[in-house]
């Protein structure tokens, strides 16, 4: 008698975007893992903002089937939403599916494979062939933009990333500003480099795709070229589905298969373990599965549905503020889009997903997240700022100061 075989697939989890276009390129990842897996199925799903959601492509993969899921985070680094809010999902919707297993990979990391997608994309903006390139660029510098996150970890493999890639390419200089929730944010980090008076800077963002932030960078990028006519900046497109992108979603997958990850606990058995330990604040994402006993769903061609549920975590808050076309009352509920969520505070604003930022204590920092003040950045994010802080930073916006950061000009 023979053992029925076990039917696997794989799922590509991704944060989501208010972005269509960065839903559509996500697929494609999807799509080019078809490709190297013709025999598995192949779903992927969003943490937040988009749909499907991770839970939607789970049930897909079921629907087909699946009693074994590989999912496979679709991050660069490893930062919240790889470590613990993605694990939650999955661990959560495994418990409520008897029978299924699902087993859970790392993020790309600085694969070969991702190192030389980026260069090739860099020398493709450049204009230069990535088979046969200089052996130098001493004369131009390079600024690669990183997401920016509260992980000191991830933010640490953006700045790793910039070296390696300026020793492979021989850049004249090289620095790193970030996009996100670090410092230097981009606006400010480049009116610094440029004072390094090199005359060719390569503007490099390290992201899959495209989005609301990759078009920002772009926005900053403009504003620090026409202030500095005398020097040439060169924008490089950000990931996409290149095929070496491919290669690294592959490599990831083929690790879970083979059991070949490279650490000792992988990325969910260390999400279990910090969970047990009560060292985890986990945010409920649309993605996170619901008991159908206790909520009530509609998800019959829409993504758009309504729910009411409790969070385990809080945030402590003084403070109430109005920013950015958001207001922020500090109580003890907050309701958006139909949702009504028990906190220790409260948010009425217009976001179309809950979602949250690790809580970063540099957030004060005046070459950091500061400066991006105006520049209609994350209200959940924003509640993280005292204060004392918003109104003196909104003061220098109201009032024109010159010589701040560019985001605080008119």
């Known amino acids: 008698m023979t053992n029925k075989a076990v039917k696997k697939g794989i799922m590509v989890c991704g944060h989501g975007s208010r972005d269509k276009d960065a839903e559509m390129e996500f697929s494609l990842v999807a799509e080019g893992l078809k490709k190297r897996f013709p025999d598995l199925p192949v779903e992927y799903g969003f943490l937040e903002y988009s749909a499907p959601n991770i839970h939607m492509g789970l049930n897909n993969l079921i629907d087909q089937g699946v009693e074994h899921i590989y999912a496979v985070p679709g991050m660069l680094f490893a930062a919240t939403h790889a470590k613990n809010d993605i694990p939650s999902v999955l661990t959560t919707f495994e418990e409520k599916n008897e029978g299924l297993q699902v087993s859970y990979g790392k993020e790309l990391g600085l694969q070969e494979p991702m190192i030389n997608a980026f260069q090739a994309r860099i020398y493709e903006s450049l204009g230069l062939d990535a088979n046969n390139p200089p052996a130098e660029l001493y004369d131009t510098m390079l600024v690669v933009v990183g997401r920016g996150t509260s992980d000191t970890q991830a933010n640490a493999e953006a700045a790793k990333l910039t070296r390696i890639v300026s020793e492979n390419m021989g850049f004249g200089w090289a ?58 900046f060169i924008n490089t497109p950000y990931l996409r ?52 006993e206790a909520h009530s769903h509609d998800h019959s061609d829409s993504k758009e549905h309504s729910h009411d549920h409790a969070h385990d975590h809080s945030h402590s808050h003084g403070d109430s503020h109005k920013h950015d076309g958001h207001s922020h009352s500090h109580d003890d509920s907050h309701k958006h889009d139909g949702h009504s969520h028990s906190h220790e505070h409260s948010h009425s604003h217009s976001e179309p997903e809950p979602h949250s930022h690790g809580v970063y204590k540099h957030i004060a920092h005046p070459l950091g997240p500061r400066t991006m003040i105006g520049e209609g950045i994350c209200c959940c994010f924003m509640s993280q700022f005292p204060q004392e802080l918003l109104d003196e930073e909104m003061e220098r916006i109201n009032n024109g100061v010159q010589g701040e950061a560019l985001a605080h000009r008119k």
């Open 175 to 232: 620095d790193t500003v970030y996009s996100g929730v670090t410092y230097p944010s981009v606006g400010v980090g480049l009116e610094k480099l440029v004072k390094l008076d090199y005359k060719r800077i390569v503007v490099a963002p390290y992201f899959l795709f495209t989005g609301r932030l990759i078009k920002r960078i772009s926005g900053y990028v403009d504003k620090v070229a026409k202030e500095n006519p005398g020097i040439e």
């Open 241 to 292: 589905d290149h095929e070496k992108v491919i290669d690294a979603f592959e490599v990831r997958v083929r690790d879970i298969m083979d059991n070949t990850q490279s650490s000792e606990e992988d990325l969910m058995a260390i999400f279990k373990r910090r969970l047990a330990a009560g060292e985890i604040d986990v945010h409920h994402h649309h993605a996170e599965y619901q008991d159908p």
